[in-house]
């Protein structure tokens, strides 16, 4: 009977504690309005572009790789890779966002420099970041790379190949 008790008074002040019983403040900030399925399904068609020769909206106007991948690069690349985008973008395959594997088959690379140094401005106004919001219902986080960063994240994607089929 004791233990019933000692549960019921836990639980009720966990309730009211919780609950506050207080007014609170509010707000008067804007918080940020959350990608909905009716919001992407309502979204204006985007008009076409060719990926290969658009270069977005950002600091990049041309990007043209040397026909070696510079390796060492491409190691800084992987560790800002890992730290920064791995949470959302897995190498092989589609997650939060696309897959970088075969990223330049699809987009320019200044494109691609650009999407990852002003993610913002180019989902707000680059027609195939609009797509690619309506496509994932995710906007890409901004993780305020410098260019040298987001430039070795670039090669380092110039390493990837498919996995090994099994």
């Not at 650009?114 to 890409?140: G, H, W």
């Not at 040298?148 to 110039?158: C, L, P």
């Amino acid at each position: 009977m004791k233990f019933k008790a000692l549960l019921f008074v836990a639980v009720t002040g966990m309730l009211t504690a919780c609950g506050g019983g207080e007014a609170k403040e509010e707000s008067h900030e804007a918080a940020a309005p959350a990608v909905t399925e009716e919001a992407v399904a309502e979204a204006p068609v985007v008009e076409e572009v060719d990926p290969m020769e658009n270069v977005g909206i950002g600091p990049i106007d041309e990007l043209e790789f040397d026909e070696d991948i510079d390796m060492e690069m491409a190691a800084t690349g992987k560790v800002v890779y890992e730290a920064k985008c791995s949470a959302c973008h897995k190498a092989h395959k589609k997650y939060i966002g696309p897959a970088p594997l075969g990223i330049f088959e699809r987009r320019n690379p200044a494109w691609v420099m650009n999407m990852i140094l002003n993610p913002d401005e180019m989902v707000a106004n680059d027609p195939i970041a609009k797509q690619l919001l309506a496509e994932f219902a995710s906007p890409m986080a901004n993780q305020n790379l410098t260019i040298d960063e987001a430039r070795s994240v670039v090669e380092y994607f110039r390493t990837l190949e498919a996995p090994a089929a099994e």
